[in-house]
């Protein structure tokens, strides 16, 4: 088979995509607004095929079938939580599996989407970490994701974007960059640029990259250890970017950001380490989201009891910090980013088969 070489109109930036398509109708002689007709069809009022875009004259939709590519993700397994909370499973065109997870809260609905297929990472706590790095995606994957979803019969809108499925969002930037353009363009998703978010573990020429957008897309760090000696031991990436580096990265960031800290029972839940939380918090003006352990986490961690947390939060709100305790979402389908394409892929060792990453209402 010979390989299909027809560019991918899906992996193309809004304007990258009009200029490319104007172009094409030009050299047809075809009228330029075309090409916006087109593009509406993308995203906006999506269609699976050109052949779908009945507004168009047949010759001119097989004509463009042969110059260009609409592609699909294929839907792999789709799960329901008793919550709401729904999961699905993609199938990419190189047998790669993702994970996509929609959060009906009240009259929001979050997609918690993928930018990476696995992770480089190694956070100890996180089953993601555990399946190891296999490839970054392409914006088409990306913002792919959410296509696919208001593709459904019935469709499934999304109010609000969170990068908090599976990879780090900041080590694939070339294509998580023309991804946030996708999503927040008018003529594509049209989703507020406020209610998208982009959560790190502090790869800072990522961080300056977004903070040179001008969109005021939200940055959400994981710190998880309020000291390097500690999150050393649970982020093997605080060696390279190290947590005076991210926090003065957080401080120069001129938007309001976001501290994940996911609770480990003994570990980071102890009263000094609120207290050193809130210190950094208030160094760069943060917000902070304490997030359970999922109950399925990575072998060796306990979350820590919701009294606990609580006690956790007020200490670290009694020093003039905003806290949040996120709740858990989908645990009845283990809707944690990883374990089901750890189950599709087979592995059935401890780590992978316990899931990482739940699902948070952002
Ligand atoms: N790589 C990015 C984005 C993906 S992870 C990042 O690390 O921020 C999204 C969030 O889920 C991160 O804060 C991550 O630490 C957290 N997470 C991972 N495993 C988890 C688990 N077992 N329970 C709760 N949160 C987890």
Request: hydrophobic share 45%; with cysteine; charged share 25%.
């Amino acid at each position: 088979m010979t390989p299909d070489t027809r560019p991918d109109l899906l992996d193309l930036a809004p304007d990258e995509a009009l200029t490319t398509l104007r172009e094409w109708f030009d050299a047809r002689g075809e009228p330029r607004y075309r090409a916006a007709q087109v593009f509406g069809r993308l995203w906006q009022r999506p269609v699976r095929g050109f052949d779908d875009i009945t507004e168009l004259p047949k010759p001119l939709r097989e004509a463009l079938a042969e110059a260009f590519r609409i592609s699909s993700l294929e839907l792999a397994t789709r799960q329901q939580s008793r919550d709401g909370t729904e999961k699905f499973l993609f199938r990419l065109h190189d047998g790669q599996f993702i994970e996509t997870v929609a959060i009906p809260d009240g009259d929001r609905m979050t997609f918690c989407i993928s930018s990476q297929a696995g992770c480089a990472l190694q956070c100890a706590f996180c089953a993601t970490g555990a399946m190891g790095f296999q490839r970054n995606l392409t914006p088409a994957e990306i913002a792919g994701q959410v296509r696919e979803l208001r593709l459904l019969d019935p469709p499934i809108l999304p109010t609000n974007i969170v990068f908090m499925g599976m990879g780090e969002p900041l080590m694939n930037w070339k294509a998580v960059s023309p991804s946030l353009s996708l999503l927040n363009d008018a003529r594509a998703l049209g989703i507020g640029a406020r209610h998208i978010t982009i959560s790190t573990v502090g790869v800072l020429p990522g961080i300056e990259a977004l903070a040179a957008r001008p969109e005021q897309f939200r940055l959400a760090i994981s710190i998880h250890a309020p000291s390097d000696a500690l999150r050393r031991t649970l982020m093997p990436v605080n060696v390279k970017y190290p947590l005076v580096d991210v926090i003065a990265a957080a401080r120069t960031f001129d938007r309001r950001v976001t501290f994940e800290y996911v609770m480990l029972g003994g570990v980071n839940d102890q009263p000094a380490h609120a207290a050193e939380l809130a210190q950094l918090a208030r160094d760069c003006r943060a917000f902070v989201n304490l997030i359970p352990l999922h109950p399925g986490g990575a072998m060796g961690f306990t979350p820590t009891p919701t009294e606990d947390i609580t006690r956790f939060a007020a200490a670290v709100r009694a020093r003039g910090v905003e806290v949040a305790v996120r709740r858990s979402r989908g645990l009845d389908i283990a809707a944690a980013c990883g374990q089901l394409r750890t189950e599709r892929l087979g592995r059935r060792a401890p780590v992978a088969a316990e899931t990482d990453r739940d699902v948070h209402v952002a």
